[in-house]
C-alpha cells in the first residue's frame, strides 16, 4: 500500500493516511507533541522553523483546521502562505490539474498542508512532489491529523492507549472524524457504538476492527455506556449529509445527548471528547466539569500539528 | 460595569469599551506608542513578540482594521492566523454559538482581535476566554482603537490631551468614530458639532457629555468653528446608513466640505482629522497641507495596536 | 517616460514597468537572485527582511503570483499583510481613490505589491506613495517581475543572454506574458513567432523589436522552429479572451502542441518553457525530460521577488 507504515517516525515523508502510524510511531509522535506543548514565546524553540514555508492549499473552507495548521507554523517560528480559496484559485478555474498546482506550490513552500473535495487528492498531490504534503482532510476520504489529534488527547488525558473501552456516540455512519478514529484504534482499545438507526457505523469500519481483533458491540444505552467506558466520544448529527430528509435529521438529533445526567453517571477517571463545532448534542453545563475534554482537545490539535511539521520537516 | 477603569494599563485584560481606559492609562499607553513608532526593521524590540501568535478572527470585512492590527503584530514579530470570512466560517454556519469558537481559537492562539455585526459581541468573548480580546468594531457598539487613536493623534500632533476645542463634521448621527471619541474624550475637551439636520449628534452623546461637565455647542458655520478650533474631525456621510432614502443622502452630501477656504480661516497650529475612507467630504488639493493629519492618523493606528499588543501580551 | 532606466540598481525606487531595467540591471539583479536561491532555513540571510511588512494589495485573485511574493518575503523572515479582495475591500468599495488606499496602506507597510484590473494603476500607486510599489500586473498593462522571471530563466538555464533564438508559441495576441518578455528580451535576441492566425503577436510588439533592431520572423511549422531555437516558450490559449467566440478558440486550441515528437526535434541544449497553467499545449509526458525548464521557471519567480525585495527595501 502506497504510504503504508515505514520503520518509524524518522523515515516519514508526508502524512496522508491515518494507516501510515504504527503503534511505536504514534508514540514516538506523542513524546514530541508533550513537548510541543511547553513551548514559549521568544524561546530557541519556538525559532525551531524559522525560514521554512508552510503552504495551506485549502480546496474547501475549514477556518478551524487552517488555523490550527497555521498557529503550529507559527509557534516554531515558521512562515505560512495562506489561501482557503484554492478552488476558485484563478488557475484551478483555467483547468490546471491538481499535479501542476502542487509542484508550482513545491516551488515557493517547503511543506504542504492540503484540504481537498476529493477521496484520495492527498495522495495524489504527495506522488507528484518531493517536498512533504499534509492530508487535512479529502472529502469522504481520511482527515489523519484529526485522528493523530484524537488519539493523543485519550494518550494525554489518561495516561495510556491500551486497556481503554470508548464509546463512540453519534452519527457514525458520515463522521469521517469517528471512522478514522476506530482505524487508528483498531489495535487496542474496545468500543461500544451508540448512534441512531439511520447514522449506524457502517460494516466496513466493523470488518476492519473484526479483522484487528478489536471488540466492539452497539448499544442504545448512554447512560449505561456512559458508566463503563473511559472516553465518551461524542459527535455531532450532520444536517448537510441529510439533504431534503429534514424529518430524519430531526429525528436523530437530540437522540443522545451529553448532559448532567450523563456526566454523573460516568467514572471519575472518564473524559468527554468532541470533535467540534457542536450544537446541542453536549449541554453547555458540561463544559465546566474538569472531565470535558474537548476543549483540550482542540489545543492538542496544536501540539500534534507542531510535532508533524518538525518531523516532516526534519528538524 | 464590566470592564470599567483598572487602576492601571499594567492590570487590563483586554481592550473591550473605550471606558475602560482613563486619563492615566491613555497616557501611559501614548508613551508606550510614542516608543513604537521608534521601532526599526531588524532591532530586538521588532522581535518583541516572537513566537506569539495572534487570531484576526472578522465576522465582517474590514481590511483596513485587519492589515493594522496584523502590522502592528507583525511589526513586534508576532505571527497572525488571520480569517476575514469568519462569518462564513464552517463551524459558525453549522451553528456554533461565538463562545464555542473563540474557546477553540483560544487553542491556538494568544491574543484574538474580533469584529463581529452584533454590539457586546467582544465583552462576550473576552468572558468565554483567559487570553485577551480586542474589540475591532462590533456592530452597532464599540470601536475602542479608533477612539484611541483619534485620541493618541490629538496628543502626538498638538503636543497635550487639554484645553483642547473639537469640531466634529459630518455624520454624527450614526458614525461610530465621533460617537467613541466624543465618550473617550469627554473629560477634557470642548466640541462643537457641526452636522446637516437629519445626522445630527444624537441625544445620548450629548447627555453624557453633560453629565461629565464637558462643554458642547452646535453650529451651522463650518468656516466660523474651522477659525476657532483646534482639532477639525471631518467624517463621511455615510451612504449606507441611508437605506432607500437616496434624497437625503444626497442632499446630506457636500453641505459641509474642508477645501482650501477652509483650511485658510483655520489656526496654523490646528489640525485635520478623518478616520478614513473619504469621499468628497475633503478636498484632495488639502492633502498636501502639513496640517492635513489624517494619513498620520491612520498610521498611528498601528502605532497604537502594537502599544495595546504589548501592553495586554505582558511583554 | 516616468519609471524609465536609472543609473542602477542601487536607485531603483520601484518596479512597474519592464522597461525600468536595462541590461546592466537585469545581470546585477540575476546575481542577487543566485545568491537567493542558496538561503537556507535558520541562515542569517532568511532573517534579512526581519522586521520589514510586505502588503499584497490585490484587487483581482491571482493565487499563484500571491503566493510567490509571500513565499519570497517569508523566506527572508519578514511580515506579510495579504488580501486578494482588495476589490470588495470596504474602504474601495465605498469609494475610496486608489491612491487613498495606497496611501493608508503605507502607513502599516513598508513595500506594496499591487495586482489591479486598471492599465496604469502601479504607476499612480508609485506616484501616490514614497514606499516602493512591485507591480504584480495591471490589467492589460504589465507584468513586469513576470518578465524578469522569464528572462532570469533563461540566464540561469543557458548561462547567458546573448546569441539566444526564441520561439514563442502559442497566444501571441493576447498574452500579457510574452507581450512584455519581447519587450524586455528585445535588445538581445532573436524571435520566431509560431501562433494561430487570429492571436498573432501584433504590429505594436513587432514596431518595437524593429525599432531596436531585434531580428523576429513568423512562422507555422512548429518542429522546424524546435529544431532551431534555444528557447521554446509555448503559452495557453486564453479561453476567457475569446467571449462567445467559443468555435474560434476550439479551432486555435491545439493547433501548436508541444510533445515528444516536438522535444526529439529540439536540441538537447534547448529548454521548454511556460508561464503556467497549462491545460494541454505541453503534453504531460515532456515533464520528465531535463529540458522542460517550466517548474523550475515558477520556482526562479520567488528567488527573482527575493531578490527585488532586497534591492527595494535597501537591505
Known sequence: MPGACVSGLKDLKNCVEAQQFDRAMLEELFVIADAMSEVKPGSRESTMLQGFLM????????TRTR????????????????????????????GETLEDTIRTVEGYAD??????FTAGAARRAADAIESPV?????????????????????????????????????DLANGRTVRSLATMLCNFENFVFVAPEVVKMKDDIK??????????????????????????YQTRIQKERFGDRLDEYEACRGVYTVDEKVMAAMKKTSIVMHPLPRLD??????????????????????????????????V
Chains 1, 2, 3 share one sequence.
Not at 503552504?55 to 475549514?62: A, G, H, I, V
Not at 472529502?139 to 470508548?166: C, F, M, S, W
Open 134 to 170: 499534509i492530508n487535512a482532510g479529502d472529502g469522504p476520504g481520511q482527515h489523519p491529523t484529526q485522528a493523530l489529534l484524537d488519539t493523543y488527547t485519550i494518550y494525554n488525558e489518561l495516561g495510556r492507549l491500551d486497556d481503554i473501552k470508548v464509546g463512540l456516540v453519534g
Open 55 to 62: 503552504s495551506t492549499l485549502f480546496y474547501e473552507p475549514s
Open 111 to 116: 511543506i504542504v498542508v492540503l484540504r481537498h
Open 207 to 232: 470488518a476492519e476492527l473484526d479483522a484487528n481483533g478489536a471488540k466492539w458491540r452497539e448499544s442504545e444505552d448512554l447512560l449505561g455506556v456512559a458508566s463503563e467506558v473511559d472516553v465518551l
Open 67 to 94: 488555523l490550527s495548521f497555521e498557529g503550529a507554523m507559527g509557534k516554531l517560528g515558521g512562515g505560512i502562505l495562506s489561501t482557503e480559496s484554492a478552488g476558485e484559485y484563478s488557475s484551478a478555474a483555467k
Open 281 to 314: 448534542e453536549i449541554a453547555p453545563e458540561c463544559d465546566a466539569d474538569p472531565r470535558a475534554a474537548y476543549f483540550r482537545q482542540a489545543r492538542n490539535g496544536l501540539f500534534i500539528r507542531m510535532a508533524l511539521l518538525k518531523v516532516l520537516l526534519k
